[in-house]
């Protein structure tokens, strides 16, 4: 009968420890994430409208010469309208002229969206909060292909 009464106790105490080590690699997994993945972007927000954005989500990056100068902080669908409007938030030292273009892209098929800025010539700067007036919608590669297709199909002999 004392073995029986041990092994309860010695299970106890291994699970105990079981349980502290799942619980200090998920600490360190969100220490990881936190520092490497996730990173907070510092500056100014500004919106653009789109009739479309694909398959952008919050989080997404915002790029310029293909560099990461903000993320994609919100996005909602303006009921008087039905655009699609998203708050971006750009790195405070990059000033954005008023003629801004911002285009919703992605590197490759597999890739998810994001934001490209193309920056003007105007010497006036959006300000904060302000909103970016020219952009230009996602390219739908479907649509692209089915243009293609049924396109020269139906052109001149």
């Known amino acids: 009968m004392p073995a029986e009464g041990r092994t309860p106790m010695r299970r106890s105490f291994i699970e105990t420890v079981l349980a502290a080590a799942v619980l200090i690699v998920a600490g360190l997994f969100l220490y990881f994430f936190y520092t490497t993945g996730y990173q907070k972007v510092e500056g100014y927000d500004v919106t653009a409208k789109f009739n479309s954005v694909a398959e952008l989500k919050l989080g997404s990056d915002v790029r310029m010469s293909g560099i990461k100068v903000g993320s994609v902080v919100g996005v ?3 009921p008087d309208t039905y ?5 971006l938030r750009i790195e405070s030292s990059i000033k954005l002229p008023v003629d801004t273009v ?3 892209t992605s590197d490759s098929l597999s890739e998810s969206n994001y934001v490209s800025l193309e920056p003007g010539a105007d010497n006036k700067i959006i300000p904060p909060y302000g909103l970016i007036q020219v952009t230009q919608d ?3 590669i479907v649509d692209l292909i089915g243009r293609f297709i049924f396109g020269s199909a139906s052109g001149p002999k």
């Open 83 to 87: 655009l699609a409007i998203l708050r």
């Open 76 to 78: 909602r669908l303006d």
């Open 138 to 140: 996602p390219i739908s």
């Open 102 to 104: 911002a285009k919703i």
